[in-house]
């Protein structure tokens, strides 16, 4: 069964660095999304990406983040600059993206990432 | 703004036993509703989802009815297994939006 894959799943950076996180969605899926998880806290929505832009993007995803799609099989989140607080569990997920209307493409399921875990020191 | 409430974890029951986990939630419109499920080691897992009110989702003995009364999406199982220990998670999704809105998950654990 395709499953969505993320590189590296434990990932210890110093603040004020930069770090990829790199996620290969199902092959076929068109739309992308990145979640994060503070330990103890809830699975927060971050951004979605399709037709090779940002569709859709919450209050947390702020210019210390970007997302890209560099080839046509990982997508990508880049933190600048890390901060104590961007420790978390980052999540990626892909969804089919080919419904027949933009509702229909808005109700299918998401299929997740095992995740990367993220330490700031 | 949109919220999911769910009972707080770890919930450890005896195999076999009837499994209850509450989930409530806020929304601005007209959410459809979903359980995740992640096993260790493995990413969210979609268990079951409904999209409209008395909608029942069902999936592997697992069951959750769209109550708009009450707004709630409670999860059951009549028997559950070792297998089954988890963290299960709640979430919506309004009309329109690309995120989902997750609870903070509970922690299930199942003892032989």
């Known amino acids: 069964e395709p499953e969505v894959t993320q590189t590296p799943s434990h990932q210890v950076t110093q603040m004020g660095q930069e770090v990829i996180l790199r996620c290969v969605p199902i092959?076929?899926?068109?739309?992308f999304y990145w979640y994060r998880q503070i330990l103890g806290q809830k699975v927060e929505f971050l951004v979605s990406?399709?037709?090779?832009?940002?569709?859709?993007k919450s209050e947390i995803f702020d210019d210390q983040f970007s997302v890209e799609r560099p080839d046509g099989s990982n997508f990508t989140l880049k933190i600048r600059s890390t901060k104590l607080e961007d420790s978390a569990m980052y999540f990626c997920?892909?969804?089919?993206?080919?419904?027949?209307?933009?509702?229909?493409?808005?109700?299918?399921?998401?299929?997740f990432g095992p995740g990367t875990r993220l330490l700031v020191l | 703004g949109n919220s999911v409430t769910q009972m707080e974890g770890p919930v450890t029951l005896s195999e076999e036993a009837f499994l209850t986990i509450n989930c409530t939630y806020t929304?601005?419109?007209?959410?459809?509703l979903f359980w995740y499920v992640q096993y260790p080691g493995e990413g969210l897992q979609l268990l079951l989802k409904?999209?409209?009110?008395?909608d029942k989702g069902s999936n592997k003995g697992f069951e959750a009815t769209y109550r708009k009364e009450t707004t709630s999406f409670h999860l059951e199982k009549g028997s559950v297994q070792v297998s089954d220990s988890a963290v299960y998670f709640c979430?919506?999704?309004?009309?329109?939006?690309?995120?989902?809105?997750f609870g903070k998950g509970t922690h299930l654990i199942i003892q032989p």
């Open positions: 997920a892909s969804s089919d993206g080919r419904g027949p209307t933009t509702v229909t493409v808005k109700q299918e399921t998401q299929y």
């Open positions: 092959s076929n899926h068109l739309y």
């Open positions: 990406f399709y037709n090779n832009e940002i569709s859709e």
């Open positions: 929304a601005t419109g007209y959410p459809s």
């Open positions: 409904a999209t409209k009110a008395d």
């Open positions: 979430a919506l999704r309004i009309g329109g939006a690309d995120g989902l809105t």
